[in-house]
């Protein structure tokens, strides 16, 4: 059989008018009969559209107001809560966190990561794309290891705070000595990764903002950062960098970091970068503020406006959590401040007071005078840091 297709003066609209509308397949009424049809067909059609595109705007919004945990979220969530009571896995079909049958108190500590996710995200800053920042670095010490010190002038802010930043790194590299970020560190390690990508020529004029997004501190070129950071080998960029945000020693159920830790916070890795680092008080809205609002010796304690570390001593206290004990620098102005669970050792030996160092197994506490006061020799980079 074959097909035989030839032109014709006839158009397909003829053909397809003349046999849906002319005798003697149709007459007028059912001309009607057919435009109703039509009509009926093509409501349902857009019905159908309209419907499916007003569930995917519920679901967008949705999404918009929702807390979505992601696999990678989940995954933290199952070390951080697996390490205490419950044996979680992930489904990776579905992304679903799955409890053994014995495990009771699951929707309650969902609930509990979740609010505690809400709760930073209504504060937490941009992580700079220059940062390369490692949230969270666990060691566990060998059996045979000696004794462990934690220095708080010097493992958090190795830079901007004496006379020779490059030297202490250097030396801090030679000694193997583990470290966590501070606040100066990092803003050293931002100018110096924008140097490795864009090169000096990029970095003008002094004035101008790094492109960065919405970070706590923002930096311009000409910052007094600068003048460390250029010098930097690659090598010490190297160390410098490996300095994690937080520092978890299990063993000994420490954690230290530079500034502080949200108590509010359930999941170490879920704290904001920039709080840990840069954090004092708590405001009273009850969240991490740089600023210093309360003194020391301040015991009026009518409002949440309080140091973060007795935030943090009054939530352990009647928590189910590990009691671990967090070391802390930053703070300078408070001193030397041992608590039950935080330990702040920065005493100022920049500022001509003393070099604190705290032995973690005996919690023996040795200081010697730092006869001369160096503070920030390259002067104030207008971020109101200490």
């Given at each position: 059989m074959t097909v035989s297709i030839t032109k014709s003066s006839t158009t397909e609209k003829d053909l397809f008018k003349d046999a849906i509308f002319e005798e003697p397949y149709c007459n007028k009424r059912h001309k009607k009969d057919i435009i109703a049809v039509l009509i009926i067909m093509a409501s349902i059609v857009f019905s159908f559209f309209m419907s499916v595109f007003v569930t995917y705007l519920i679901?967008?919004?949705?999404?918009?107001?929702?807390?979505?945990?992601?696999?990678?979220?989940?995954?933290?969530?199952?070390?951080?809560?697996?390490?205490?009571?419950?044996?979680?896995?992930?489904?990776?079909?579905t992304n679903v966190?799955?409890?053994?049958?014995?495990?009771?108190?699951?929707?309650?500590?969902?609930?509990?990561?979740?609010?505690?996710?809400?709760?930073?995200?209504?504060?937490?800053?941009?992580?700079?794309?220059?940062?390369?920042?490692?949230?969270?670095?666990?060691?566990?010490?060998?059996?045979?290891?000696?004794r462990i010190f934690v220095m708080a002038d010097v493992h958090g802010d190795l830079v901007f705070r004496g006379e020779n930043s490059i030297g202490v790194i250097r030396r801090a590299r030679e000694l193997g000595a583990l470290c966590v970020r501070g606040n100066h560190d990092d803003k050293v390690i931002r100018l110096k990764t924008y140097e490795y990508q864009h090169g000096l020529q990029a970095m003008v004029p002094?004035?101008?903002?790094?492109?960065?997004?919405?970070?706590?501190?923002?930096?311009?070129?000409?910052?007094?950062?600068?003048a460390i950071s250029k010098n930097m080998t690659s090598e010490e960029y190297d160390y410098i960098v490996s300095c994690p945000l937080i520092l978890e020693i299990p063993s000994m159920n420490a954690i230290v970091v530079h500034g502080g830790i949200d108590p509010a916070v359930t999941n170490l890795?879920?704290?904001?970068?920039?709080?840990?680092?840069?954090?004092?008080?708590?405001?009273?809205?009850?969240?991490?503020?740089?600023?210093?609002?309360?003194?020391?010796?301040?015991?009026?304690?009518?409002?949440?406006?309080?140091?973060?570390?007795?935030?943090?001593?009054?939530?352990?206290?009647?928590?189910t959590e590990e009691k671990r004990v967090v070391y802390?620098?930053?703070?300078?102005?408070?001193?030397?401040?041992?608590?039950?669970?935080?330990?702040?050792?920065?005493?100022?030996?920049?500022?001509?007071?003393?070099?604190?160092?705290?032995?973690?197994?005996?919690?023996?506490?040795?200081?010697?005078?730092?006869?001369?006061?160096?503070?920030?020799?390259?002067?104030?980079?207008?971020?109101?840091?200490?």
């Open positions: 679901h967008t919004e949705k999404q918009k107001i929702q807390k979505v945990i992601t696999p990678t979220a989940l995954q933290n969530m199952a070390v951080s809560i697996g390490k205490r009571t419950l044996s979680l896995e992930i489904d990776n079909d966190l799955i409890a053994s049958p014995n495990t009771l108190a699951l929707d309650s500590t969902i609930d509990a990561v979740n609010n505690s996710l809400d709760h930073v995200l209504s504060y937490a800053h941009d992580v700079s794309p220059y940062a390369r920042l490692t949230k969270l670095i666990v060691y566990n010490p060998p059996p045979e290891t000696g002094e004035d101008q903002l790094m492109p960065e997004g919405n970070v706590g501190d923002p930096l311009k070129f000409g910052n007094k950062h600068f890795i879920d704290n904001d970068p920039w709080s840990v680092m840069n954090m004092r008080d708590m405001n009273e809205r009850n969240q991490p503020t740089k600023k210093k609002l309360v003194r020391k010796d301040d015991n009026k304690r009518s409002s949440n406006i309080q140091h973060w570390s007795i935030a943090y001593e009054s939530h352990i206290v009647h928590s802390y620098g930053h703070d300078a102005s408070r001193g030397v401040t041992i608590g039950n669970y935080t330990i702040g050792l920065d005493s100022g030996c920049s500022y001509g007071r003393q070099l604190s160092i705290f032995e973690m197994k005996s919690k023996i506490l040795t200081q010697v005078e730092c006869s001369t006061k160096q503070g920030n020799t390259h002067g104030h980079d207008g971020s109101d840091d200490s």
